[in-house]
């Protein structure tokens, strides 16, 4: 049995105390238990940023690669071993501004993966500059006079582009995040969790406290993730109630079942056939 002590590790953790990330890494270790999920079986893929930091605590399969990249190796991983459990942890900034293209595209493709977004609303790593997320009016370092910009809805964009999972956590949520996390993982094809996540250094506007008061569980009210019309009008509530749990769900065909790969196997388990690359380079 996969206990939540398999995943620790003894890798120095130098977030903020207080900040919202501790309560998403202990969602993770829970969820992964219970799911019971062998180490070896998941794969954490992260960019750059204070969330992307996240798999450097936790034992397992890691990569970290660029800014805003992760979700461009995650389909490439997805591709060569779909036997693998992929979960990626990426920043608002590193998923909806550096990685905004490779966000829209891995929904587009359905890559059975769960993205998991820990949303501060501010640049965390590089001090507090506005990220795609940052609320309209907001002032920061480099933003003086306030943010000028609209504020990047990823809840509605994930939905336009066909979504099959898209909810909203909150770090401070304990069981629901990890009940979150959860369904994600189980469901069969791309999974967003957009997490509300207070940033305790560089954003004092949406603090823990700021959250408390707003979020609830669309769960109590009875929320039917197949109404997509509901979906699309919720992702939109945003200020004296904001809405947490699945949003919308739906099955589709993922990635891999498209290409068609996985009847034989995962590639990186395949023979290799230098004969098979000649047929197709001398054909081009
Ligand atoms: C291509 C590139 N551009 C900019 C940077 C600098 N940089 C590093 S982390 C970061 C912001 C990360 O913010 P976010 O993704 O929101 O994560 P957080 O730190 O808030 O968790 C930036 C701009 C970089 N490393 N690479
Ligand atoms: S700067 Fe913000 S996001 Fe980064 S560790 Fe500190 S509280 Fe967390």
Redesign the pocket.
Known sequence: MVTIQDFDCSYENNWCPGCG?FGILSSMKEAFAALDLPPEKLLLIS???????TPHFLKCNLFHT???RALAIATGAKMANHELTIVVN?????????GGNHFMNAIRRNVNLTLLV?????????KG?A?P?SDIGMVTKTQPHGVIAESFNPLAIALSLGAGFVARGFSGGGEQLTRLIQAGMKHQGFSLIDIA?P?VS?NKVNTHSWYKKRVYDLQQENHRTDDFQKALELSFLWGDRIPTGILYQKKTPSFTERLGIEKDGPIIRRKYDPLKLQKVLSAL
């Open positions: 990330n960019g750059i940023g204070q969330a992307a930091k660029l800014h805003g990426s920043g608002d900034g590193d998923c909806y501004g550096e820990h949303n501060n609303k501010v640049y965390g790593l590089t500059q990220s997320t996540q940033c560089f």
